[in-house]
Each structure stands twice: as C-alpha cells, then as structure tokens.
C-alpha cells in the first residue's frame, strides 16, 4: 500500500479485529513493515501507541532524534513526526496499537539452534537475517512467522535476527 505523501510503502502483516480497516480506526493493533524512501511526515494514529524498529538502512532522524537500526521506539499516535532519512531508503517494522486493549512488546533477538516456543496470546517472529525452520515450512528475510496458542519447535538455519512482537490483552 503506497502513502498518501508518496514517500513511502506499507505492508500490512496482521490486523485485529479482522474486520476492522485502518482508515476507519476501529482497530485493536496493526503490524507492519514499511519502505520509508524520502523524508517526510509520519500519519498520526490518534489514541492510539506505537512501537517501530528499523530492520534495514542506516536509521531515521525523528523530531531530531535519532533512531539507529534495531532499536525499539515507542511513541503516541497523536505526535506529529518529522522523518529524515540518515542515508538512503530503510525498512521497519511497525506496530499501531490501543493501549487499553493491548500490552505489546518488541524484541529483536539473535537465534541460533532450535527454540521450543509456546504461545498463549498473538506472537509474530519477523525475520530480518537468516532463516527459521518450522517443519516444512520457511520463513525468509522481510516474513513473518505468526503463533497463537501453540508449543512448536523453530529452528534457526545458520544465526538469524528475528524480531519478536508479543500482543497481550489486557
């Protein structure tokens, strides 16, 4: 999905409720990884939080701070953002949420071997390096692996950097 402002792209991994939009606000949480191509101003999501990470490029300049690649950012909704591109384009990944309906976190992690995971709310393992292995299944740089109320195991081909997003209800 292209912006509105033309600088950028938004892949939309997951949305909750299921028959919510983005464009009429009636959603719980959305998670999405974006190609920020020029500087530009961020949408505001009234009411709503945020968490982004940069995953790809060299990092953003926001409200002149800062945000160097795979540190976590949280911020509200209601701020008004002003993104300068540190050198050339990058890719995030980003999560828009209701605070009184959600307790997220945002993690990136360095995997290698196998983990046991078990899962009781919405978790999402985004690959940013590497592979994850689940049964026959791979999941590839820029996917996502999503769990909920499931013990699977996952392996890691190689060192992988995934980021974990946890969606909790409150």
Request: hydrophobic fraction near 40%; charged fraction near 25%; charge should be negative.
């Amino acid at each position: 999905m292209k912006w509105k402002n033309g600088g950028g792209e938004t892949f939309e991994i997951a949305l909750s409720p299921e028959d919510s939009t983005l464009s009429h606000l009636n959603f719980d949480w959305r998670l999405s990884s974006a190609t920020v191509a020029s500087d530009g101003a961020f949408s505001q999501f009234p009411g709503y939080q945020r968490l982004l990470v940069i995953w790809q490029g060299r990092g953003l300049i926001l409200n002149d701070v800062e945000l160097p690649p795979f540190e976590v950012l949280q911020f509200s909704g209601n701020e008004e953002i002003e993104a300068k591109l540190i050198q050339n384009e990058i890719k995030d990944l980003g999560l828009i949420y209701h605070a009184d309906k959600i307790n997220p976190s945002m993690i990136v992690h360095e995997w290698e071997g196998t983990k046991e995971l078990e899962t009781k709310d919405d978790q999402f393992y985004f690959v940013v390096s590497g592979t994850l292995q689940t049964g026959p299944d791979i999941v590839q740089v820029g996917e996502c692996l999503k769990l909920r109320d499931e013990k699977i195991k996952v392996r890691a081909d190689g060192k992988a950097i995934v980021i974990e997003v946890s969606l909790k209800a409150v």
